[in-house]
């Protein structure tokens, strides 16, 4: 089983940074790729960006493209999101998922991922 823990949501102005981390741990080694996810209120959950573990494969949404960055470290099965020109349509919770076995075409399905963080609240002020 796998656990996905979150950090490094908060509050920071418009046009700030933040940096998320997701940790991996408990069966690890089957992973294929990780992703972040993000929702607002009153609306449904949305792709954010995802990496394959392996070759490093990047998938990002319109929305954030030149603004954030996914990356991963294998050997401290973490996932990273930078965030940078933070906006407040930003500000949601941002989730980290994980699969097995997910192929490059379903990178951007949120029901295509078997495991879930807890989330962490970003929120941008203006």
């Known amino acids: 089983q796998v656990q996905l823990v979150e950090s490094g949501g908060g509050l920071v102005q418009a046009g700030g940074s933040l940096r998320l981390s997701c940790v991996a741990s408990?069966?690890?080694?089957?992973?294929?790729?990780m992703a972040w996810f993000r929702q607002a209120p009153g609306k449904e959950r949305a792709f954010v960006a995802a990496?394959?573990?392996?070759?490093?494969?990047?998938s990002y949404a319109d929305s954030v493209k030149g603004r954030f960055t996914i990356s991963r470290d294998r050997a401290k099965n973490t996932v990273y999101l930078q965030m940078s020109s933070l906006e407040s349509e930003d500000t949601a919770v941002y989730y980290c998922?994980?699969?097995?076995?997910?192929?490059?075409?379903?990178?951007?399905?949120?029901?295509?991922?078997?495991?879930w963080g807890q989330g962490t609240q970003v929120t941008v002020s203006s």
């Open positions: 990496i394959r573990w392996s070759g490093g494969h990047t």
């Open positions: 998922a994980s699969d097995p076995s997910i192929i490059t075409s379903e990178l951007r399905n949120s029901g295509a991922y078997r495991y």
């Open positions: 408990g069966g690890t080694s089957t992973t294929r790729a």
